[in-house]
């Protein structure tokens, strides 16, 4: 009656009266609901791009392309892997996270503004390809983690910082101590996320054009990832945009 589901576990009827088990399985339920939809989203993820390199591989074989289309055709198919490699990458990385939510063995004190530095230094090239100047400041702040997991949700927010942004934009990353928190800011010049699809972005498989995908190279996961990795460290994300002004995101994470 309250929206929660009741599950009767037992009853047991004696002498002086009875006992009824009955647990709150509201929760359960919406994890089981959340596994089927994904399984079924990861399907309909990984046909997608396999359906179409059978398809140009069909013709291929059948040698019913043109002498002038095969380059096109072999380009389709080796960008359609690809696609594949990094969305089986991504579902590999989400499947991790969802397995270690509660084993918070193995942790490290992590530095983030060398691991923020450390990580842009990784996208350099990508950054420099669209003439994205991208900067580390603040001071430094230590907090206790997973190296891998950190860096994961860094790489992720620098990622679409640069693949949403506009030429010649920037990306802007600001590492600040509040008490009990390290906050990381990653401020972007780029598109914007509209307010309807602010609340779904960290969904899996969200993308807000999805028919960009092939530009942008996105699968819909790298927001999902930042999520659980934050929530892996007990940490909260908040998340401001304007459409064609930018994008604000920033991590809190518990402070050592
Ligand atoms: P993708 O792999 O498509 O980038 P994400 O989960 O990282 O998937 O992001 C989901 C969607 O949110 C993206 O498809 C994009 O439309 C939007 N988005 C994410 N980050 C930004 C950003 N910094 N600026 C504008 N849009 C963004």
Same mark, same amino acid.
């Given at each position: 009656?309250?929206?929660?589901?009741?599950?009767?576990?037992?009853?047991? =009827?004696?002498?002086?009266?009875? =006992?009824?088990? +009955?647990?709150?399985?509201?929760?359960?339920?919406?994890?089981?609901?959340?596994?089927?939809?994904?399984?079924?989203?990861?399907?309909?993820?990984? /046909?997608?791009?396999?359906?179409?390199?059978?398809?140009?591989?069909?013709?291929?074989?059948?040698?019913?392309?043109?002498?002038?289309?095969?380059?096109?055709?072999?380009?389709?198919?080796?960008?359609?892997? !690809?696609?594949?490699?990094?969305? +089986?990458?991504?579902?590999?990385?989400?499947?991790?996270?969802?397995?270690?939510?509660?084993?918070?063995?193995?942790?490290? +004190?992590?530095?983030? %503004?060398?691991?923020?530095?450390?990580?842009?230094?990784?996208?350099?090239?990508?950054?420099?390809? %669209?003439?994205?100047?991208?900067?580390?400041?603040?001071?430094?702040?230590? =907090?206790?983690?997973?190296?891998?997991?950190?860096?994961?949700?860094?790489?992720?927010?620098?990622?679409?910082?640069? %693949?949403?942004?506009?030429?010649? !934009?920037? =990306?802007?990353?600001?590492?600040?101590?509040?008490?009990?928190?390290?906050?990381?800011?990653?401020?972007?010049?780029?598109?914007?996320?509209?307010?309807?699809?602010?609340?779904?972005?960290?969904?899996?498989?969200?993308?807000?054009?999805?028919?960009?995908? /092939?530009?942008? !190279?996105?699968?819909?996961?790298?927001?999902?990832?930042?999520?659980?990795?934050?929530?892996?460290?007990?940490?909260?994300?908040?998340?401001?945009?304007?459409?064609?002004? !930018?994008?604000? +995101?920033?991590?809190?994470?518990?402070?050592?």
């Amino acid at each position: 009656k309250d929206g929660r589901f009741y599950q009767l576990c037992g009853s047991s =009827v004696g002498g002086k009266g009875s =006992v009824l088990l +009955i647990f709150d399985v509201t929760e359960k339920r919406a994890a089981e609901t959340l596994r089927r939809e994904f399984s079924a989203n990861v399907s309909h993820e990984l /046909k997608t791009p396999l359906q179409s390199i059978l398809g140009y591989a069909e013709i291929m074989k059948n040698g019913l392309v043109q002498e002038g289309d095969k380059q096109r055709f072999l380009e389709k198919i080796y960008s359609e892997a !690809g696609h594949l490699i990094v969305l +089986i990458d991504n579902i590999m990385k989400l499947s991790r996270l969802d397995e270690s939510a509660n084993n918070m063995n193995n942790l490290e +004190i992590i530095e983030l %503004k060398k691991l923020a530095e450390g990580t842009v230094q990784r996208l350099q090239e990508q950054a420099a390809g %669209k003439n994205v100047a991208i900067s580390v400041s603040g001071c430094e702040a230590e =907090v206790e983690g997973v190296p891998a997991v950190l860096s994961e949700v860094i790489y992720n927010l620098i990622d679409n910082g640069i %693949k949403y942004n506009r030429e010649n !934009g920037s =990306v802007e990353i600001t590492v600040a101590v509040i008490p009990g928190e390290a906050v990381l800011t990653f401020k972007d010049t780029g598109c914007g996320i509209g307010s309807a699809d602010k609340e779904r972005v960290f969904e899996r498989f969200y993308r807000v054009d999805k028919s960009h995908f /092939k530009e942008t !190279g996105g699968t819909g996961l790298g927001l999902s990832i930042v999520k659980h990795g934050v929530m892996f460290h007990k940490g909260r994300i908040e998340l401001e945009s304007e459409l064609d002004k !930018g994008t604000t +995101i920033k991590i809190f994470l518990p402070r050592k």
